[in-house]
């Protein structure tokens, strides 16, 4: 995961006026973020909606920190790349490895892999989720052991798991709609304090060259930092001002399915990440949920770029407040 640096308000009024062109979505120049809404009822029509399994993400958490710390041209790395392939594969969806080549900003050259799994490919209406897979290459934050990689059990490892079990879930109960699950790499390999595009690599790519042609989702959601203790949803700032109804019909879903403590409806700063990329290269107006549970300058846990970031720190009721919302997401969305 990026330093997540705040992005400033002019940052997101000309970001905001680059999307004006964007159909179907809103947008919002002013310097201002916009007033906080008067959820409405029944956001999603109401529809069935299989059991997210906080215990079988779990595992799939485990299971991707157990490979070692996830970072390009390791050994880890690839290991983690192949077994996410096969998982996908497992539930049946049609996978597509999306190899490329990155440069680090201090010179070495990445060996990267974007893994796109695709549930019924050939249906036009679609939803897109995205988490990155990669973890952090040093824990800048840390006190001791600096240069060494993390375990990145929540920042990369627990949005992958949700779309794991997303993925198994599709298997199980299958809806009509179309769903793209997007594994994103070299998200967290950026300068901290440096410039944005040292950053997610894996969406920068992805984002100019895209799997199919002309692809925009119905709803396109990136999933960061989704599994830690304390973990607080707030309604990211380029999000709100991308797509603020789309923010406001998810955060009311979840308030309706019982997990208000984790979605809490407070507008929060803008966050740099894959969706920036996604929103600026593909013109897709893709939300952000990520934990903010901080004010000030530190916004992320204590936890973040450093070792504490393993196993031990993730909770499995955010895990299933997260992946409950998203399932509820794809099978209550009409087809």
Known sequence: MQSKLAIGLL??????????????????????????????ANPFPEAAVPTFNEDSAFFFIQKQVGFGPRVPNTAAHKKCANWLSNEFKRYGLSVIEQNFTAKHFKGEVFNCTNIIAQYKPAVSKRILLAAHWDSRFMADKDTKNRNQPIDGADDGASGVSVLLEIARLLAQMPPDIGVDLICFDAEDSGDDGGESETWCLGSQYWSKNLHRPNYQPYYAILLDMVGAKGAR???????????????????????????????????????????????????????????????????????????????????????????????????????
């Open 11 to 40: 940052a997101l009024a000309l970001l905001a006026m680059l999307l004006k062109g964007f159909a179907g979505c809103e947008s919002n120049t002013s310097n201002q973020q916009p007033p906080l809404p008067t959820p409405a």
């Open 233 to 335: 949803f707030m309604k990211e700032g380029v999000s709100m001002q991308v797509a603020p109804a789309v923010v406001d019909k998810i955060w009311t879903l979840a308030a309706s399915l019982g997990y208000s403590q984790y979605f809490v409806n407070s507008n929060g700063p803008g966050i740099t990440d894959d969706h920036v990329f996604v929103i600026r290269n593909a013109r897709i107006p893709m939300i952000d949920v990520i934990s903010i549970p901080n004010e000030g300058e530190k916004l992320f846990g204590d936890y973040h770029h450093t070792h504490q970031d393993n196993i031990a720190i993730i909770d499995k009721e955010v895990l299933k407040a997260t992946g409950q919302v998203m399932a509820a997401v794809i099978w209550r969305t009409p087809n």
